[in-house]
């Protein structure tokens, strides 16, 4: 990571919150354009055609966003966790 971009990360990009990260982070791979080839696009296409049609025909396993959610917090919970536990093991 270059200088600059190092600058630019710590000045800007951490007093940001989630929301304007991801917004931020879905802007700049907008404007990087054609990221993927046209082979990856065509791949990414069948599969979200196949994930929507097993899902449309009831055969894709779904589970509740809160679940989802739950799960996202635990595993990031527990990742601070070890970071903590690692830097005072130091």
Same mark, same amino acid.
């Given at each position: 990571? @270059?200088?600059? +971009?190092?600058?630019?990360?710590?000045?800007?990009?951490?007093?940001?919150?989630?929301?304007?990260?991801?917004? +931020?982070?879905?802007?700049?791979?907008?404007?990087? #354009? #054609?990221?993927? @080839?046209?082979?990856?696009?065509?791949?990414?296409?069948?599969?979200?055609?196949?994930?929507?049609?097993?899902? !449309?025909? #009831?055969?894709?396993? @779904?589970?509740?966003?809160?679940?989802?959610?739950?799960?996202?917090?635990?595993?990031?919970? !527990?990742?601070?966790?070890?970071?903590?536990?690692?830097?005072?093991?130091?």
């Amino acid at each position: 990571m @270059t200088a600059t +971009l190092k600058k630019t990360r710590d000045e800007l990009v951490k007093k940001l919150t989630p929301k304007q990260r991801i917004e +931020l982070a879905e802007e700049l791979i907008i404007s990087a #354009g #054609g990221y993927a @080839t046209k082979e990856i696009e065509e791949a990414w296409e069948k599969e979200i055609d196949r994930r929507l049609d097993a899902y !449309e025909a #009831g055969k894709a396993k @779904t589970i509740p966003s809160e679940e989802v959610y739950a799960e996202a917090r635990r595993k990031l919970n !527990e990742s601070k966790v070890r970071r903590v536990s690692q830097r005072r093991a130091a």
